[in-house]
């Protein structure tokens, strides 16, 4: 019995469907656990990474340019940019980046699962690290 577990994966056999309704990933059988971890998990980890830096990216711009603006004019509480135009902002102009990340693949489904190493690379943490991070900051 598992007693821990970040995510459950559940398999349907003979003895039904249980396990497969209480997770949160349902197989139909074993064989496809090595595509559902070194594809899907890799692409899973490689764009949420990504998509965390770029909106925080997102927010520093706006963040930035208000107290910049709020500094040269001796610290009013005026907003430089209104609701309707904020709002734009954060759907309408950064979704086009958002659709690109997220749909973004950098191998094909049977490089991954010939080549399981490149999963490897992500153990490090590199693409989420506090460098990146730091690189994701100093672009804004």
């Given at each position: 019995m598992i007693l821990e577990s970040n995510v459950g994966i559940g398999i349907v056999g003979k003895e039904g469907k249980q396990a497969s309704l209480a997770?949160?990933?349902?197989?139909?059988?074993?064989?496809?656990?090595?595509?559902?971890?070194?594809?899907?998990?890799?692409?899973?980890?490689?764009?949420?990474?990504?998509l965390s830096q770029?909106?925080?990216?997102?927010?520093?711009?706006?963040s930035v340019i208000q107290a910049v603006f709020s500094i040269i004019f001796y610290f009013v509480s005026i907003p430089i940019y209104n609701g309707y135009l904020m709002l734009g902002y954060a759907t309408v102009y950064t979704s086009l980046p958002v659709f690109s990340i997220v749909l973004d693949e950098d191998t094909g489904v049977q490089q991954a699962l010939d080549y399981p190493p490149l999963y490897k690379t992500l153990q490090k943490g590199r693409s989420l690290s506090f460098k990146t991070f730091l690189i994701w900051v100093w672009q804004s």
């Open positions: 997770a949160d990933f349902s197989i139909n059988q074993f064989s496809y656990l090595k595509r559902l971890l070194l594809w899907h998990g890799r692409q899973s980890y490689k764009r949420s990474a990504l770029f909106v925080i990216h997102r927010g520093l711009i706006i």
